[in-house]
């Protein structure tokens, strides 16, 4: 079996690749540049129509972006990041996907990508160290490597309610949006659920709907956002800082954020300093809320005081007590579920036309033909939008059947959580890699600065084989072991675990619960994966095929 295909992009054998990458999103796409870049054959198999990935499903009204543009975007390009003009603060998914689609005309990628294809199974073969990849149109590849950019937030969950089915009207899902725009005039709508989408959706389909009945189970903390269009200075501005801001955001941050470094805890301010504080970040908006303290995630009196704050500010914005109570979270330390940034979620419930109706008080017992009948009382509605979410960082990847070593699968390996060294490899699975998998900081950063660090890291280590002529990686058990007790063992150090969020898998009915990111943050984690790699890759274990001698002229 030869090592790896030289400079093969132009002409692979049929169905023989170096490298399978499954997912066109924006792990997906750098992952194909990269690999391409090193003369590897790559073909990428995307389900959807296009590229884009989260971009190309979430389209619902109101979506986009929470970390601001012009730190959501790649790096890789100074020529791209210097030449595209984001519009806004937080750009629309529309212009987000257009920037995806940018990428891949202007890298060239599309050749390598097959679209509305799925990838259903992938077999290890440990006599040849390849992997078989059989996909949704029925055909089977093989490659040396198998590289998942299958997302961790791209299986929608559809919520399992009674009456779902037979309900008459239109039912969306965020995740899952129509391309043609929707249309809501005129119409009762009801939004079930309040996280991150359901929280951008909100406002906007308030605006259309005659009526606008939010189904709420768990009050969510969320800061404004502050969008506004960005003017050329600004742009400037960022351009000409991005190798000090990039540079930051990689190495120092612990979101993948540039921002000021807060240098003391919420207590050893006193009340006034610290409400002028935290009155100053709520102005300025966005996620750089949470960073006004160094010990928000840690110490639940300093949490308490950021969390009392944003609650007071939702007392003021929703005009009826009541309905102020409601929006109120109170089940989790601030910033323990993914905080949200809105805007002016919490003044639509101002509106006359918008009912809140609190379904952890009275659950949803069913979905009728025309309405949702809740806690013995019923809500005439003619569309229903399930902001319900994802099954997170393990959805995507448990659809496949991945056979590792010994035919054992990896949903088998997983069934009591995932399990992996770094959150890029997984025992038993030689030469299967995954970008921003479960165990590495993944969904707590800006995803693009995660999703560059692995790219990088896994373009250079298949370099680093193919140098050696070795064949097939695994991740050893001992140190996949240590990993995951070390995620933990972090992860325990804070308050996240108080939540029940959707970081623990607490949103899947029968999931196990695990705290599936890294929480050490993204600046320590590059830095723990560089030294692994300089040390020859420790930890993971490297090994050549024996090959045939070769006649001369084959
Ligand atoms: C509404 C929304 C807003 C977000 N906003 C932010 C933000 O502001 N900042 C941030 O950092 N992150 C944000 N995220 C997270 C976002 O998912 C990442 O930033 C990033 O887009 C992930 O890119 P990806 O390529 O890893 O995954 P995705 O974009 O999810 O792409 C994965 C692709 O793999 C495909 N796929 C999966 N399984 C298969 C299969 N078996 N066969 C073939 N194809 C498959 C999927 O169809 C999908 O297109 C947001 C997520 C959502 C849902």
């Given at each position: 079996m030869p090592a790896l295909q030289t400079n093969s992009s132009k002409s692979p054998a049929a169905g023989t690749f170096d490298v399978v990458v499954v997912g066109a999103g924006f792990a997906g796409m750098y992952m194909l540049h990269r690999l391409r870049g090193s003369g590897l054959s790559v073909r990428v198999y995307e389900?959807?129509?296009?590229?884009?990935g989260t971009w190309y499903w979430n389209r619902y009204p109101g979506a986009r972006c929470d970390v601001e543009s012009m730190q959501y975007s790649y790096s890789f390009s100074d020529e791209l990041q210097q030449e595209w003009d984001w519009s806004e603060r937080y750009a629309p998914q529309p212009e987000i996907l257009k920037y995806a689609n940018h990428v891949a005309d202007r890298f060239d990628l599309r050749t390598d990508i097959q679209l509305n294809t799925r990838v259903d199974r992938a077999v290890f073969d440990e006599s040849a160290s390849r992997w078989s990849v059989t996909t949704s149109d029925g055909n089977t590849v093989t490659a040396q490597f198998v590289i998942l950019?299958?997302?961790?937030?791209?299986n929608a969950r559809m919520p399992d309610i009674k009456g779902l089915a037979d309900f008459k009207g239109k039912v969306y899902h965020t995740g899952h949006w129509p391309h043609q725009p929707v249309d809501f005039t005129g119409l009762r709508v009801g939004v079930i659920g309040t996280g991150s989408s359901g929280i951008q959706s909100v406002p906007v389909i308030a605006e259309q709907a005659s009526h606008l009945t939010v189904f709420q189970r768990t009050a969510n903390f969320s800061i404004p956002a502050r969008n506004a269009a960005l003017t050329p200075e600004e742009r400037e501005e960022f351009r000409s800082n991005y190798p000090e801001i990039r540079r930051f955001a990689r190495e120092e941050a612990r979101n993948g954020i540039y921002t000021d470094m807060p240098d003391r805890g919420a207590l050893d301010d006193g009340d006034n300093e610290r409400r002028a504080r935290y009155e100053s970040r709520w102005t300025r908006g966005g996620l750089t809320f949470m960073s006004v303290y160094n010990d928000l995630a840690l110490d639940r009196a300093a949490n308490d005081t950021a969390a009392d704050f944003v609650r007071e500010k939702i007392a003021e914005i929703v005009k009826d007590h009541e309905i102020a109570k409601l929006l109120q979270p109170n089940s989790h330390p601030i910033g323990t579920k993914r905080i949200c940034i809105d805007s002016d979620y919490f003044a639509?419930?101002?509106?006359?036309?918008v009912t809140l109706v609190d379904i952890k008080a009275d659950p949803i017992e069913e979905i009728l033909p025309n309405g949702v009948r809740a806690g013995g009382k019923d809500y005439e509605v003619d569309a229903l939008v399930l902001a319900?979410?994802?099954?997170?960082?393990t959805g995507s990847v448990a659809k496949i059947e991945l056979c590792g070593r010994d035919g054992q699968t990896l949903n088998q390996k997983w069934a009591e959580g995932p399990r992996t060294y770094l959150g890029l490899m997984s025992a038993g699975f030689p030469n299967l890699f995954l970008i921003t998998g479960p165990g590495s900081p993944s969904v707590l950063s800006n995803m693009i600065v995660s999703i560059e660090q692995h790219v990088d890291w896994i373009a250079d280590c298949i370099g680093y084989m193919r140098e050696r002529d070795l064949d097939a990686m695994e991740a050893g058990k001992d140190a996949e072991d240590s990993w995951v007790a070390h995620v933990n063992e972090v992860a325990h150090?804070?308050?996240?675990?108080?939540a029940n969020s959707w970081y623990m898998g607490a949103n899947i009915p029968g999931k196990p619960q695990i705290f599936m990111p890294?929480?050490?943050g993204v600046g320590v984690y590059r830095q723990i994966c560089n030294d692994v790699a300089a040390k020859g890759y420790e930890g993971f274990t490297m090994t050549a095929t024996e090959r045939p001698k070769m006649a001369a002229s084959s």
């Open positions: 389900q959807g129509g296009d590229v884009g950019a299958t997302g961790c937030l791209s639509a419930f101002n509106r006359p036309n319900t979410g994802f099954d997170a960082m150090g804070t308050l996240y675990p108080q890294y929480i050490g």
